[in-house]
Nanobody, 123 residues
Framework: QVQLVESGGGLVQAGGSLRLSCTAS????????MGWFRQASGKEREFVAS????????VYADSVKGRFTISRDNAKNTVYLQMNSLKPDDTAVYYC????????????????WGQGTQVTVSP
């Protein structure tokens, strides 16, 4: 069992930045690839970014490439999502999750999920 807790969400103006954190319980964090997803009101959950167990491989959704950066610190059991040049379309609840197998952008490939953190970007 892995418990994930996200933090760092909030209200920001368009063009601003936020850094999300996701801290995992337990001693198996480094054995999981990790991902960030988001879900806007009335929309399906969508993939944002993923990172391999060691941090050497990252994957991004086209909508966030060049603006968002995923990273991890296995010593701190934490994965981060640095979000720059935020747009109103980035408004959503952001979730982190542990990846078991399968496509990075497929939410069914992920097992444990956090409770989410709200990000709101004003025009």
């Amino acid at each position: 069992q892995v418990q994930l807790v996200e933090s760092g969400g909030g209200l920001v103006q368009a063009g601003g930045s936020l850094r999300l954190s996701c801290t995992a319980s337990g001693r198996t964090f480094s054995s999981y690839a990790m991902g960030w997803f988001r879900q806007a009101s009335g929309k399906e959950r969508e993939f944002v970014a993923s990172i391999s167990r060691g941090g050497g491989t990252t994957v991004y959704a086209d909508s966030v490439k060049g603006r968002f950066t995923i990273s991890r610190d296995n010593a701190k059991n934490t994965v981060y999502l640095q979000m720059n040049s935020l747009k109103p379309d980035d408004t959503a609840v952001y979730y982190c999750a542990t990846k078991l197998f399968g496509r990075d952008d497929d939410f069914s490939a992920y097992r444990y999920w956090g409770q989410g953190t709200q990000v709101t970007v004003s025009p």
